[in-house]
């Protein structure tokens, strides 16, 4: 993206740039007459069976999203309805790792694929597209308590532990969703995909943090129910943007369960449809589970659990002392002593920081081979060292210019000349060293004063412990991006010729006129596109609602008929059309 759009909206211009770089721009007039006909289709369908089964704000929620029936809808009007609800929206290419994908929510900003499904994945996509992201996520976010529940998920989600076979999972269904949309991708080539994902999925080891809350985020944002077991309605934006799920997913057949912090236990494949669905009684109830699962969670417990998390993940991590330095690093080692920290070491590249904000001259290239430091109480200090005051630390011997030993409960010490000691919100946070020597209880050296000099971390405890670095920007730190990209299809003459078919059908809706060059449009699509079903649906939709050319209007509708009968795939969808026709979506919505 070579400039950043932030659409005038707040949200959007917030920002910071570890998101930015995920975005791209729309690209509005690359969408096809036919890609408007496939979401006018969608969303006629959406409205005439959701207005019954949706949760009560979907339908007033389109308008508040800035979307309309007829046409896809431009990132400028979506952002320009949404932060009346204080929220914004930005395009993205395709899937995006789901640390990024929450840390937007936390953001209060709607990531929205920039792609459309094909037309003969009309019904359901495997691949996140405009349809899913809009017409699914967008309209719900004008339910106060719902943007508030996604908002919090996101700052939770962000904060989450995630794993290699995180990376390698996202990677396989980023692959498979992308495969699945080119027309010209093999069975086998589709089967290898499927294959490599399903190993993926059973050798995923221990869940990590991210996959669990990613099931409650499927369970709920994506594929969620609200009301009774008996009466439920559908709010997930994976359910509101299918229309075959949406209809399916309320059979019988769909197993429908209380939603409780057991939906952890359920994973999820995404190029299927659902064997089980959960249902809430309030939205309030989604945030009552999510703070479940979050107290177990590592940046809520600290300590040797979260360290030892940290160490498994093998990604940039940051422990936060209770002093509020934070120590951010690929951290590969912790020693304890009665169950709790006294010791923690990084490797490579490594950064301290204080309330998200890197300490000026504590960056990644200065403390570019790790950082290591004791965690605890000096021993026989009835207080904290955090907690003492410049005059105290004085008493004890601890000032600039001063050789000082500090001696821990843990039997660390700590032996150098204290050069400079940090502090801010009124807690001392780091002591620097030169010629300094740290050892543990057993004699062994921790740090050596010809390795240069020590900057020795201060507080008691590590409160926190969570994924990527605090202040990430600052870090520089390039979020994972896959390299596989997604599919741009290159239309040839033919395809260009059903293109502005679809456009002709579609100026005569909106602008009138004779009936006569449609009899030519049908003409053509019988001689060089007679597998198109939704464009003579749509000429079909004219001449019916106008009593138009009734000749025509039967041979069509014949054509059509016999088109659901003989290839069973189309049945629904035309049979569907029909019944839009038959009953048409109220206009004041289709403006």
Known sequence: MSRFNDFKNPQVAALPAHLKQFIVDQHYEHYTPVDHAVWRYVMRQNYSYLKDIAYYPYIPGLEKAGLTIEKIPSLQEMNNALAKIGWGAVTVDGFIPPAAFMEYQAYRVLVIAADIRQLKHIEYTPAPDIIHESAGHAPIIADKDYHEYLSYFGSIGAKAMFSAQDFELYEAIRALSILKEMPDAGEAEIKKAEELLAYRQENMGEPSEMSLLSRLHWWTVEYGLIGTLENPKIYGAGLLSSIGESVSCMGAGIKKLPYTIDA?????????????????????????????????????????????????????????????????????????????????????????SVNNRQIKGHGKDYHRDGFSSPVGKLSGHALPLEDLSIADLNYFGIEDGKECVLQFESDIAVNGLVQHIHSSNGKIQLITFTNCTVKDKEGRLLFDPSWGVYDMAVGEKITSVFCGAADKDTFVEIAYKSNTGTYRPVCDYRTIELHKLYQQVRDRRHNGGEYGFLGNVWFKLQKHHHDDWLCALEILEILEHEEAEPGLALEIRTFLEQKAANEPEYKKLISDGFYLIKHPVEQKLVV
Do not use: H
């Open 264 to 352: 952890i236990n359920f994973a999820y494949d995404i190029t299927k449809t659902q064997p089980q669905l959960f249902v809430t009684p309030t939205f309030q109830n989604l945030i009552d589970v999510l703070e479940i699962f979050a107290d177990t969670m590592s940046f809520r417990v600290g300590g040797a659990y979260g360290l030892q998390k940290a160490i498994e993940s093998k990604n940039v991590c940051t422990a936060v002392y209770s002093s509020g330095l934070q120590v951010s690093g690929v951290f590969i080692e912790f020693l304890t002593a009665n169950k709790e920290p006294v010791f923690i070491k990084t490797t490579g590249p490594s950064a301290l």
